[in-house]
């Protein structure tokens, strides 16, 4: 006979109890670095200026030397996964239970607690995203902006002012698709932006448009 077995949680309180932990780990100096379903990977350090502490070090003979090597101690790159299974509860990386803090009880789920971490959550991918983009090579190959084409990358809701159809352009919050369908006429003819700035002088946008493409555009070239 086997033990009892709660149901499944629904996605949304699923969602919950992995936002707050996105949210307490960010609080904490972590940074999000990728997420696949219900996992989430996190780093922190690995930000040791190396040239500068040998220059330093140069400088002052070999004195900065034991400091250099501390400093690189206490700042290497740390990793750590944590997952949440379909009744919330957390494991970290190789399916041991999760030994940090405890996630918002379940049954007294806050539904504002919850919209605001998946807001900054969002937040942050579209900021890791716009340091991906970086490399344009690798921001075709994840389809960052592009969520109009198969993919797998999460880059929080951004959208490539330069090369998205009409359709998700419109999904930017206060455009049109009347304005969608003039931002691409005008896109052709000057073969592109380069900020949200430029967008809203070129095609003649409302100025209260700007902050919120700012936010969610990104312009490829």
Not at 53 to 76: K, N, S, Y
Not at 101 to 121: D, E, H, L, S, Y
Request: with cysteine; proline share 7%; hydrophobic share 45%.
């Amino acid at each position: 006979m086997t033990g009892y077995q709660p149901a499944p949680l629904p996605q949304d309180r699923i969602e919950a109890v992995l936002h707050s932990v996105i949210s307490q780990h960010v609080a904490m100096g972590w940074r999000l670095e990728s997420r696949m379903g219900n996992q989430v990977v996190f780093v922190r350090g690995g930000q040791t200026n190396h040239v500068a502490h040998a220059l330093i070090t140069f400088l002052l003979c070999g004195l900065w030397l034991p400091i250099w090597i501390v400093l690189a101690v206490v700042e290497q790159e740390k990793r750590t996964a944590v997952s949440v299974d379909q009744h919330g509860r957390l494991f970290q990386g190789g399916g041991l239970p999760y030994a940090g803090f405890a996630p918002p009880p379940v049954n007294r789920f806050n539904g504002n607690a919850q919209a605001i971490a998946m807001a900054n959550m969002r937040r942050q991918l579209r900021q890791q995203a716009r340091e991906h983009a970086r490399d344009v090579v690798l921001a075709r190959d994840l389809r960052i902006g592009r969520p109009d084409l198969p993919r797998h990358y999460d880059d929080g809701g951004l959208i490539d002012v330069n090369h998205a159809p009409a359709q998700v352009i419109a999904s930017i919050t206060g455009v049109t698709p009347e304005m969608a369908e003039h931002i691409v006429k005008v896109r052709a003819q000057v073969v592109g932006f380069s900020s949200a700035e430029e967008l809203s002088a070129v095609a003649s946008l409302p100025p209260h448009l700007t902050p919120e493409i700012r936010e969610y555009g990104i312009f490829l070239p």
